[in-house]
């Protein structure tokens, strides 16, 4: 075990040289006093869990689990143009969105490779936030500013200045709702309303990515400790636990949500990716300034020809746990024909779920596949993603 | 930090019981610990025989996959069958329940060479 403890020791920062790379959020003492442990992502210093992955998993399937995202990019995009020019930088149109409404688009590069996925928020007329991954913030804001430099629009990134948290789960709704002045019962999934959380000015929106119900609030980022625990004591009689990036990732996993890094990257368009639906390809009824975007003449062509691979979701059908990388194969046939993007025991379903590429014609549910883990064929059957789907 | 007087320990993070010329073996308290939530165990075969650093198994968190490594050669005389459904018990009780495999040495003198609780101790800041 030497190694990956050892590697381990290099994602807690022990000592000052390690951190001094790493952002920290406006939540960071918290973390330490909850006994967090500590892993790099996209360059700031986050907590990867409080206590077991498992427990926290748990808790935002039966409860709710609160999440510090301040990581997250907070790219705001106003002016004239805004909508114009987002419709013309993202495969969406932001445009068709009502103020307080928000939707899922990515930015692609002109070959069609996705640069990132992204949420988009319409909060005025003219004003929207683009929420890119952390890891990606840098270059989605350089593509911003790049691709809207021809339009009447502002740029800001205020991801410095914001604090980003999330209460994910059943009971979501009812922890907030006493810390808020908005009516959570009138704001629907992908809506987004701004109020006061915690004596706090705040953006609340439904959205979220764990497959729950619940709401993303963004706050100034000072005043993110007070709202964050406002909202551990709220939720301590609900069941509620914070909740680190490890449950985050098992969460999105089980919810057949795509990671950037996993499932997406420059060399997978949204197609393949199982995303057309959030790519507008037909703009006819959009303002004519709306027609062309980035990367639209690249996944015209993808989405008229057949895909070279497609995303899959597997279960273990064996002993074992696939993981990103592990090869794909047919039965009984040595050679490869896909890879896993991403792989973990299910919490929820006590199964060993995964995601994979895979060639169209492999990919239809039922079909048994193997995973060379660790040189040994392990039998995976493709399942209809999501793997998870909440009931109530 | 749990770290029994009566073992012996790894640089890997591995304790070793002797009983005359077999060995118990299984991971610290200490690497559950760092490891999270255990989802896997994969153990070798009865009757295998292991050098001394060899990779014998596999253990599997939420997150992560680790090689075990034999502590001391000789034969695998048993391994947990426990974990193949219950991984949880090297979380709950790694020194009992959580055991992984039963060695007969090839040198129980070579026991000598691995740490001891202080040392372990020191080792982990604990």
Redesign the interface.
């Known amino acids: ?5 050892a590697s ?1 020791h290099v994602d807690v920062p022990a000592d000052a040289a390690d951190a001094a790379v790493l952002t920290r959020t406006p939540i960071h003492e918290r973390h330490v006093a909850l006994g967090a ?1 500590f892993t790099g992502f996209g360059g700031w210093e986050m907590p ?2 409080y206590g ?3 427990d926290e998993h748990r808790a935002v399937r039966s409860a709710a689990g609160l999440f510090d995202l301040s990581h997250m990019g907070e790219l705001w995009v106003s002016g004239p143009d805004a909508a114009v020019g987002l419709a013309s930088a993202l495969v969406s149109v932001p445009g068709r969105l009502a103020v307080g409404h928000a939707q899922y688009s990515l930015i692609c590069a002109p070959d069609g490779g996705v640069i990132d996925d992204l949420i988009v928020y319409r909060t005025a007329p003219e004003r929207f936030l683009v929420v890119p991954n952390a890891s990606n913030r840098e270059v989605v804001a350089a593509e911003l500013a790049s691709r809207l430099a021809g339009w009447a629009v502002e740029l800001d990134d205020e991801t410095l200045t914001t604090a980003l948290l999330a209460v994910q789960g059943p009971a979501a709704r009812a922890i907030l709702q006493p810390l808020t002045n908005l009516d959570l019962g009138s704001l629907r999934s992908y809506a987004a309303a701004e109020a006061r959380v915690a004596g706090s000015p705040a953006l609340v929106a439904r959205t979220g990515y764990t497959g729950e119900d619940g709401f993303e609030l963004f706050v100034d980022w000072d005043d993110g400790p007070a709202a964050w625990d406002a909202l551990l004591v709220a939720g301590a009689s609900h069941g509620l636990l914070p909740c680190g990036l ?1 449950a985050r ?2 969460l999105r996993l089980e919810a057949g949500m795509p990671l950037y890094g996993n499932e997406l990257d420059r060399r997978t368009t949204p197609f393949e990716a199982g995303l057309a639906r959030f790519v507008h390809l037909d703009r006819s009824a959009d303002p004519p300034r709306c027609r062309d975007f980035v990367g639209r003449a690249a996944l015209e062509a993808r989405a008229a020809g057949p895909l070279p691979r497609q995303l899959v979701g597997l279960v273990l059908r064996d ?3 696939a ?1 990103h990388g592990y090869a794909v194969r047919r039965p009984g046939q040595p050679e490869p024909i896909g890879v896993v993007t991403s792989g ?2 299910s ?1 929820t379903l006590g199964e ?1 779920i995964a995601m994979a590429y895979v060639p169209p014609s492999d990919a239809s549910t039922g079909t048994m596949l193997e995973v060379v883990i ?1 040189d040994a064929a392990v039998a995976a059957e493709i399942v209809p993603l999501p793997f998870y789907r909440r009931t109530r | 930090m749990d770290v029994p007087e009566a073992l012996r320990y790894t ?4 304790w070793l019981r002797l009983e005359s010329n077999e060995a118990v073996v299984g ?1 610290t308290a200490y ?1 559950t610990e ?4 255990i ?2 165990v ?1 153990l070798p075969a009865v009757g295998r025989h292991l050098q001394a650093g060899e990779a014998f198994g ?12 034999a502590p001391l050669g000789g034969e695998v005389l048993a391994v947990n069958e426990d974990l ?1 459904t219950q991984p949880e018990l090297v979380n709950a009780e790694p020194y009992a329940a959580g055991w992984m495999v039963r060695l007969r040495l090839d040198d129980p003198a070579m026991a000598d060479g691995l740490m001891d609780a202080g040392v372990y101790r020191a080792q982990i800041g604990g």
């Open positions: 075990m030497a190694e990956d403890l381990r442990r990867v869990r077991s992955i498992i490890g990732d098992t002993r074992g746990i993981r973990s025991q919490p060993a660790r | 640089t890997d993070h591995e991971i690497a760092e490891l999270g939530d989802v896997f994969e596999v253990i599997e968190s939420v997150k992560t996959a680790s090689d075990l490594y193949a």
